[in-house]
């Protein structure tokens, strides 16, 4: 059965003159194709009359009985529903050859609930159309419905085309929105043993030939059972969190990261917390990223116009990272290493900010003790060991971080003055070989850096021109690597020493028509040791 009512979720409404309703049967099926040819119309049609109103045309189509009522949930379709809107009156085509009247339409009929109307606000209502204005809202609602109290499982979907054409298949349109759309999906798994999972996707995309666009928004939540008390209240704790992630990295000029809120996730509630959100438009200020929290340890990855990054920390430290102090001083003097390697490199400013935030951030929210390590080797060094030799280590878990990409720098005129490619990468390995028995222990800590870096530049500050072939071209590699060992026996240590190895090497080459007429090598060595004890 077919009907017709207002999309009251996404404005308000007035009486307006009524129309003959078979007239407006008549319409309906002709707009709708074979689609409707099968449905029967009995329904009423009202204004919009609100300021912020989109002036275009909704149209509901329900395949449902016309006694059956929405349920609040939502958990039924396929039902579009239709509605007009204040703007110029939407005729629909009279002649398969002229364009088809653009119409709102949701695959399930909304029933006033908080999520649906978010979506039509940030659809509709929304004075940007950015990642971020889109995203606005919508994870907390998510997360505010699977965290309710309930004895079943979740299950909830909905679907809204911004611009679909009523001239064509509208299950297809629908289906086709995960199709080119930038999707956020977030899992989390509890101790319990329970997942929910949630997910929403933007399609901003306009449709190929012959096909209804499918330009609008998806949302879904689910969960595999009902969650505890502690769970749910751990589930709703993410939600401003969730908000300010995504509102960092939905910025379309400059994306932020801000892990804040999802780092501080309840351990002893949550065994994993998995964010990725993937985003097909080519060269787009955000084209991918990845969070992995949980027992294993902890990872991000991040792709976008700035270039790519990919860090990973381990679950615990080796022993323990002493105190506060000691971490964040650590974590102070990686900075100053990354810096420096940037100055050097020339690489990109908004990339190396990303890189340095998601560092300190998934350091500073790293396990502080080894307690839950599983019993091996460094569970064999005594207790009162450890507090010798802790003082000694950087304090920080180990890990692996890089970065690379293309950078580009303007000279005082704004003319590109150079351009390149950085590759940098920072590492932390700790070894340990104990003997409880023979009450001997060895620990060997290792950091290590890498950085590339290839860029050419125009002479005289002037505007660089590649295919003139009159130009300098500069390559830096750069390689350091310090080592602690340490030995003990009878919990007394015996040794501490660090090893400093540095290596740096910087090519200056003048080309001058597409020829190098001089070649400059610059190259720095440094080897320290220092006694720790």
Same mark, same amino acid.
């Not at 999520?115 to 505010?144: C, P, V, Y």
């Not at 990223?289 to 976008?304: E, I, K, P, V």
């Not at 323990?320 to 990109?348: E, N, P």
């Given at each position: 059965m077919t009907s017709l009512s207002l999309l009251s979720a996404a404005r308000g409404a007035v009486p307006t003159p009524s129309m003959d309703r078979e007239v407006l049967r008549q319409r309906v099926q002709e707009a709708g194709g074979d689609a409707l040819a099968s449905a029967s119309t009995a329904a009423a049609v009202q204004t919009g009359a609100t300021d912020d109103a989109v002036p275009t045309a909704s149209i509901i189509w329900s395949t449902q009985s016309q006694d059956r009522a929405v349920p609040p949930d939502n958990t039924y379709g396929p039902l579009v529903s239709v509605a007009w809107g204040s703007g110029p009156k939407a005729e629909l085509p009279d002649s398969p050859a002229a364009e088809p009247q653009? $119409? @709102?339409? +949701?695959?399930?009929?909304?029933?006033? *609930?908080?999520?649906? #109307? @978010?979506?039509?606000?940030?659809?509709?209502?929304?004075?940007?159309?950015?990642?971020?204005?889109? +995203?606005?809202?919508?994870?907390?609602?998510?997360?505010?419905?699977?965290?309710?109290?309930s004895t079943s499982p979740l299950n909830y979907q909905q679907t809204l085309l911004s611009a679909a054409d009523p001239t064509q298949p509208l299950k297809e349109q629908f289906d086709r929105l995960q199709k080119g759309a930038t999707t956020v999906t977030l899992q989390i798994k509890t101790r319990s043993g329970q997942t929910v999972d949630l997910q929403i996707a933007v399609n901003r995309q306009p449709g190929a030939l012959g096909e209804g666009s499918s330009q609008g928004l998806q949302v879904s939540v689910s969960s595999t059972g009902p969650l505890s008390e502690t769970e749910r209240r751990a589930l709703a704790a993410l939600s401003q969190g969730l908000e300010d992630t995504l509102a960092g990295l939905g910025d379309a000029d400059a994306p932020e990261i801000d892990l804040s809120g999802l780092l501080a996730y309840d351990r002893s509630a949550f065994s994993q917390l998995n964010l990725d959100i993937q985003n097909p438009t080519a060269s787009a200020a955000?084209?991918?990223?990845?969070?992995?929290?949980?027992?294993?340890?902890?990872?991000?990855?991040?792709?976008?116009?700035?270039?790519?990054? *990919?860090?990973?920390?381990?679950?615990?430290?080796?022993?323990?990272?002493?105190?506060?102090?000691?971490? @964040?001083?650590?974590?102070?003097?990686?900075? @100053?290493?990354?810096?420096?390697?940037?100055? #050097?490199?020339?690489?990109?400013?908004?990339? $190396?900010?990303?890189?340095?935030?998601?560092f300190s951030q998934l350091h500073g929210a790293a396990p502080t003790t080894a307690g839950d390590t599983p019993v091996g080797e460094t569970s064999a060094v005594d207790a009162a060991l450890v507090e010798k030799v802790q003082p000694l280590l950087s304090g920080l878990v180990d890990f692996e971080a890089s970065f690379s990409g293309d950078f580009s720098r303007d000279n005082r005129w704004g003319n590109v003055n150079e351009q390149g490619k950085a590759q940098y990468a920072i590492s932390q390995k700790t070894t340990v070989d104990a003997d409880r028995k023979e009450k001997t222990a060895g620990i060997i800590q290792t950091q290590s850096e890498q950085l590339q870096s290839n860029y050419a530049k125009a002479r005289y500050d002037g505007a660089l021109d590649i295919l003139s072939g009159n130009f300098d071209r500069y390559a830096i590699q750069d390689h350091r690597t310090v080592s602690t060992l340490i030995s003990a026996a009878d919990n007394k240590l015996t040794s501490a020493v660090r090893s400093t190895d540095r290596q740096q090497l910087e090519t200056h080459e003048t080309v001058v028509k597409h020829r190098v007429v001089d070649r400059r090598e610059t190259p720095d060595q440094q080897h320290l040791l220092t006694l720790l004890m």
């Open positions: 653009r $119409v @709102q339409a +949701w695959a399930t009929a909304p029933a006033g *609930d908080a999520i649906s #109307r @978010q979506m039509a606000h940030n659809e509709f209502r929304s004075t940007e159309r950015t990642l971020a204005s889109q +995203w606005n809202g919508l994870g907390s609602a998510l997360l505010s419905m699977a965290s309710a109290p955000l084209g991918s990223f990845a969070l992995h929290l949980g027992d294993g340890g902890s990872s991000l990855s991040y792709q976008g116009a700035a270039g790519k990054m *990919d860090l990973r920390l381990d679950a615990t430290p080796p022993f323990q990272t002493g105190s506060a102090q000691q971490r @964040q001083a650590a974590i102070a003097q990686q900075l @100053q290493l990354i810096d420096a390697a940037a100055d #050097r490199s020339h690489a990109d400013e908004k990339l $190396v900010a990303l890189f340095k935030s998601s």
